[in-house]
């Protein structure tokens, strides 16, 4: 038997949706629905980590079941298990835990290393998510799995609303590095608009040529999206799985993209896609994006690769079928 072990933001349905159709189960831990919240910060991370709602797992599974723990609340869950509170089941396998702060990965690596055990697993989704697992954390590389994740986004704007309005669009939170963009775009005519968390901690611009909007619902942010000339991505070097949501809705529209180059990226685009750039260079990030704006023929060519990009993605199957196979092996 497998059993899902999720908190109430509900994510990952291709996934779960996917492996209950095949006779798993789901069970939500946390007393806190937070379905509606984009964006989750460190405080409320912690209080899914510590919620007595974990204890709820109590009787779930035996130690032939076979337990998917999606999100934080795994590694509380493992430390159960170590300790005995929690029977040990066949394989426990640990789906996004992504971090992008070195101080606390260094935190995160000490606890794996204390609270691993027989049948733990890891699905990444970035191969430095891998590697650190395994250098750092000692767990053994058959129990690390990677995963190209895709998933069908909430908020598809409709083909008439694919538009060219002049603008640079920017989005997201985890990871990015709006300030650097701010300032290269500072001289550049077009319009820029960022669609960035609370929690990113942004100024109001004072640019009136900049607009930034906080906690957008997703289809407001793919209709910003769907309308801009060029894609911003702005990256920082450091971190683990980071950008993916908005490549996805940069893909399925078929929008020219500038990005800081970051190995979460690559995976989808291939490092030979043009329109990367070094982390932290302001330079390269303007002379980038103003080529964007206005040399056609070099915006049809970025955007020739994204849509190469995305079909290659289609062609990966049911993401759901990428995890029932990390749990079967």
């Not at 704006?293 to 994204?306: K, N, P």
Request: with cysteine.
């Amino acid at each position: 038997m497998i059993h899902i072990l999720q908190t109430p933001s509900g994510g990952y349905r291709d996934i779960t949706q996917y492996l209950v159709a095949r006779g798993a189960k789901v069970t939500v831990l946390g007393g806190e629905d937070q379905a509606a919240v984009r964006f989750h910060g460190k405080s409320a991370i912690l209080r899914a980590m510590l919620s007595p709602h974990l204890l709820k797992a109590r009787g779930l599974w035996t130690r032939h079941d076979t337990v998917l723990a999606i999100g934080w609340q795994a590694l509380s869950l493992q430390m159960l298990i170590k300790l005995g509170v929690l029977p040990r089941p066949a394989k426990f396998l640990v789906l996004a835990c992504f971090v992008h702060n070195a101080r606390l990965r260094k935190i995160i690596n000490r606890l794996w290393r204390l609270v691993r055990g027989p049948g733990l697993g890891f699905v990444t989704f970035s191969q430095g998510e891998s590697r650190n697992l395994i250098e750092q954390c000692g767990i053994a590389p058959e129990n690390v799995h990677f995963h190209l994740w895709r998933q069908d986004l909430d908020g598809r704007a409709q083909d008439d609303a694919r538009t060219d309005d002049g603008s640079i669009f920017a989005g997201g939170y985890s990871n990015r590095d709006y300030e650097l963009l701010q300032v290269a775009a500072a001289d550049l005519p077009a319009p820029l608009v960022i669609v960035a968390s609370m929690r990113n901690g942004l100024a109001q611009p004072a640019s009136e040529r900049t607009k930034l909007y906080l906690d957008l619902s997703e289809p407001e942010f793919e209709a910003l999206l769907a309308r801009c000339r060029v894609v911003a991505m702005p990256l920082r070097s450091q971190g683990e799985a980071c950008g993916q949501s908005v490549l996805l809705r940069v893909l399925r529209n078929g929008k020219p993209m500038i990005a800081t180059r970051h190995e979460s990226i690559e995976a989808y685009l291939g490092r030979d896609y043009p329109g990367f750039v070094p982390p932290g260079d302001v330079e390269a990030m303007r002379a980038a994006l103003s080529r964007a704006l206005t040399d056609a023929a070099w915006r049809a060519q970025l955007s020739t690769s994204i849509e190469a990009a995305a079909r290659q993605l289609d062609k990966q199957g049911e993401p759901g079928a990428d995890i029932e196979r990390f749990l079967l092996a």
